[in-house]
């Protein structure tokens, strides 16, 4: 299981942030415990976990979703956000054993799937097993086919590897990933509710976040490493996706 809070966790100075994120800590602790969860890494927004049973996992990763509901304070809950991704694929194991990293399903499953519990068809198959071909609940956890999966990884492995080309095009993949324009695009927004475009913009916008979280800089400098040619349109899309303008985000980081 892949574990994701909002990048607003953590990351400007606020006493409400700090009150919150030891409440959500705290909170999650005793349910991981209940659910025989074990960690192999965490960070203030970031978790990464093992179960030894399918159920054990989606019960948990729905402890924590209501759990987080009720600890999130009413005024700022739009600034709050929850991503859970469940897989069991054996090509992700060893991966994701390192650290939550690029390249695992549950990292994508997080990261650019919409649904607050996102699990595969082969976690949706092992807890009906283990509970007698119960139903899951998909009015609260969507479930990932093994094509949208496969599409999703090849599409988002794509990205990360070629991203910081000058001359990457996103109307490159979809004969990459095999598609035709039309069924690259419907099939991305079905799964992410964004447009190639969008998603790309987007996805050189979190890439940028990351580098100012861990290494801080300006603005012109980290608008050029994400690949926009204009500073000032940079900003305005930071500030669109994010709520708060780079700079303003700069001063009030903590490095």
Known sequence: MMLETSNYLNRLESKQFSIFTQKFHNSLAKTLHLYEAKIVYKDNNTYLLIFNTANNAIGCALKIQSNFKYITPKFDGGFRKLQIGISCTNSDYDLVLRKPSVGSTPYYMCEWI????????????????????????T?????????????????????????????????????????????????????????????????????????????GGNVRDIAKYSGFKSSSYFSKCFEDTFGVL??????????
């Open 114 to 137: 919409p649904d607050t519990i996102v699990i595969s068809k082969a976690v949706q198959s092992y807890f009906k097993k283990e509970n007698k071909n119960a139903e899951i609940d």
């Open 139 to 215: 009015s609260q956890i969507r479930i990932l086919s093994t094509k949208d999966e496969y599409f999703l990884k090849r599409v988002m492995n794509y990205l990360d590897d070629s991203w910081k080309r000058s001359e990457f095009k996103m109307n490159a993949i979809p004969e990459i990933v095999g598609y035709s324009a039309s069924g690259f695009y419907k099939k991305l927004k079905r799964l992410t509710g964004k447009s190639p475009n969008s998603l790309f913009r987007e996805f050189r916008l979190r890439r940028a976040l990351k580098s100012l979280y861990k290494n």
């Open 246 to 255: 780079p700079s303003r985000y700069i001063q009030k980081h903590n490095y």
